[in-house]
C-alpha cells in the first residue's frame, strides 16, 4: 500500500465508550494509516470488562453515522459485532482498540476492556492492536502523545512479525510528545496493581452499597518490562497471547506428579 496506509480496512473499539477523548485520538490516527475506518465501540464505559462477551442478553446497536455504531455492551461484544456481522461482507484487516485514558501495564492487562478487545480481535483471527494513555489522575492526559507518535508506530509494527500469534499492546507515557520515545519492544512485568478491594458504604435510604477498588503502589520493574519502558518516558510495545501456563510451577508440579 502507498500514502503509509498499512490497512485497507481497520475497525476501531475502546472500553471508554463511543464519546471518550481516546477515541476521537483514535481515529485520526487510523485515518492516517487506513483506506477505510470503521467505528463499532461500547455505548457507554466498559472499562474493567476484560474479554467479557454477553451471552445472557440480546446485543442493541445503534448507527451514530456512516461507519459509526454504538453498541450495547462490552468491547469484546463490540468486536464480534463488528467483524461477524457489521463487516461480515467486507471484515477488517486490522482492529484498533483505545486510545484508552490509562496505561494498561502487567497485571491490570488481564482485566483490561480495551486489551480484552484486541483479544478477541486475535481469537477471530484479525490482526489487533491495543493502545493506551499513560496520565495522572487530576493532570490533563497528554492526548498529543498518541496524536503525534501513533501513526509511525503503527506502520512500524505493522512490518514486524506477531500477527499470526500474538496481539499488540502498546502504551504511550505521560509526557509531551516531543519528550516521548522511542519505540521499546518489552515484556509484560508486574505493573502498579496491588489488590482489588471493597468501600462499602450507606445511600440516603440507609441501604447498603459497594465500590470496587483498585489499589495500585509504583514499584520498580524488571528492566525490560513495559512499566519501565513507560515510566522512562519510552513508547512501550508488548505481544500478548492467549497461553499463561507458568512453566516453572508447571515443572515443580510436574515432578510431584
Keep these: 500500500m502507498s500514502d503509509g496506509r498499512i490497512a485497507r480496512r481497520v475497525l476501531l473499539t475502546n472500553d471508554d465508550g ?10 485520526e490516527i487510523a485515518a492516517q494509516v487506513a483506506e477505510e475506518v470503521w467505528v463499532v465501540a461500547p455505548q457507554r464505559d466498559q472499562s474493567g470488562t476484560s474479554h467479557s462477551i454477553s451471552l445472557h442478553a440480546p446485543l442493541r446497536v445503534h448507527r451514530h453515522g ?13 468486536v464480534v459485532i463488528g467483524t461477524r456481522q457489521l463487516m461480515r461482507e467486507t ?3 486490522l482492529i ?19 486489551v480484552g478487545a484486541a483479544m478477541t480481535g486475535l481469537l477471530l483471527g484479525v490482526p489487533s492492536i491495543a493502545l493506551s494513555l499513560a496520565f495522572v489522575r487530576g493532570q490533563p492526559a497528554h492526548w498529543a502523545t498518541p496524536r503525534m507518535h501513533g501513526p509511525d508506530v503503527l506502520r512500524r509494527v505493522a512490518s514486524m512479525p506477531w500477527r499470526a500469534r500474538a496481539c499488540l499492546n502498546i502504551n504511550f507515557p505521560d509526557v509531551p510528545p516531543e519528550q516521548a520515545g522511542p519505540l521499546t519492544l518489552t515484556r509484560q512485568g508486574r505493573g502498579i496493581l496491588d489488590t482489588i478491594e471493597i468501600d462499602g458504604r450507606i445511600d440516603p435510604r440507609q441501604q447498603t452499597y459497594f465500590w470496587i477498588r483498585l489499589d495500585r503502589t509504583p514499584r520498580p520493574d524488571h528492566a525490560d518490562s513495559e512499566g519501565e519502558a513507560v515510566r522512562a518516558g519510552r513508547i512501550a510495545v508488548t505481544p500478548l497471547r492467549f497461553e499463561r501456563t ?7 508440579m510436574r515432578a510431584a506428579f
Design 18 to 27: 463511543l464519546d471518550a477523548p481516546g477515541l476521537g485520538v483514535l481515529r
Design 66 to 78: 456512516e461507519r459509526v455504531f454504538a453498541v450495547e455492551g462490552t468491547p469484546a461484544d463490540s
Design 91 to 93: 471484515p477488517p484487516d
Design 96 to 114: 484498533l482498540s483505545g486510545v484508552n485514558q490509562g496505561a494498561n501495564l502487567g497485571t491490570e492487562t488481564v482485566f483490561s476492556g480495551t
Design 246 to 252: 507458568d512453566e516453572a510451577s508447571f515443572d515443580e
